[in-house]
């Protein structure tokens, strides 16, 4: 994918545009992997970035690239105009929403890009109702390195007010913006069946590889035999030659996607969705996180698959 020109990019060359582009401070809330991604490429684009992170020498390193680092949640927002929490679940995104009131500046707009499913969205939304909080549900799909290269895609819902004054933001750190609608919570939908997706030939390349190389033959054959047809896509290349070379660098942890099964799963009962494959998806990936695997990155579930005399 060509990665469109983010609007506030195209602005850098006209020095007044990017004296106000400095002025528009962006603070990142959770610098894990990515986080730190998008903390990293949001400096490199120009903007102003505060981060925090609970574990503080996590965020350290961003200092060196630019970035304030903020020793707690309050003063890591004041005066920001785009604040967003990237953060592992609904309790953490909901701890640190408790130290929003009263110190977000007035007209930011809060980005939650946390995938925390529709339970989770949902008590984070009732929350910034109850307190006045301008929520937009924003969840991202990408990794590691989409995050590091603005390459993301981010799936937006709320008011559009708050997403047009986010534009800028969201249009830097991503390919493509996605907007769902202004209900809060249907970002957060189709992060799920976009993740149910990825679980599902992440496991399915796995599998077939497993199943070349158990009746002896290269499993990189698979590979080739895909190769440029209209069943190949660059993901399985990428996380098969993973899968071949038994390693697995992580740009997402098989304990992330894990995690993100069971909200998953939640959301498929609640809505009467058959959740036979997800089952059967989730057991691999807790398979390969039992056996150690879940640090690494989901092409580790190829681990749960290989044939073991």
Known sequence: MVKQPARISSLLDAPIERHHLMALAVTVLGTGIMGRGMASHLLSEGFDVTVWNRTPEKAQPLANEGAHVATDVAS??????????????????????RELPGALAEGAVWLQASTIGAEGTAAVARFAEQN????????????KQPAES?????????????????????????????ETGSRIGDGTALKLACNAWL???????????????????????FLDAIKGSAVDTPYAQLKGGAMTAETYPTAFA?????????LITDAARAHGVDT?????????????????????DIAAVYESFKHRP
Request: hydrophobic share 55%; no cysteine; net charge negative.
């Open 76 to 97: 890591a927002v004041a005066g920001a105009k785009v604040v967003i929490t990237i953060l592992i679940d609904a309790d953490a995104v909901l701890e640190v929403a």
């Open 132 to 143: 006045n909080l301008p929520l937009v549900d924003s969840p991202v799909l990408g990794t």
């Open 150 to 178: 603005g390459q993301l895609t981010a799936l937006v819902a709320g008011p559009s007010e708050l997403i047009k004054a986010a534009r800028p933001v969201l249009e830097a750190i991503s390919a493509k913006v996605v």
């Open 199 to 221: 679980a599902t030939i992440t496991a399915g390349i796995a599998q077939s590889l497993a199943l070349a190389a158990a009746q002896g033959l290269d499993p990189q054959l």
């Open 254 to 262: 098989l304990d992330g996607l894990a995690k993100d099964l069971g």
């Open 276 to 296: 036979g494959i997800l089952e059967a998806v989730s057991g691999r990936f807790g398979t390969a996180s039992a056996a150690g695997h879940g640090s690494e």
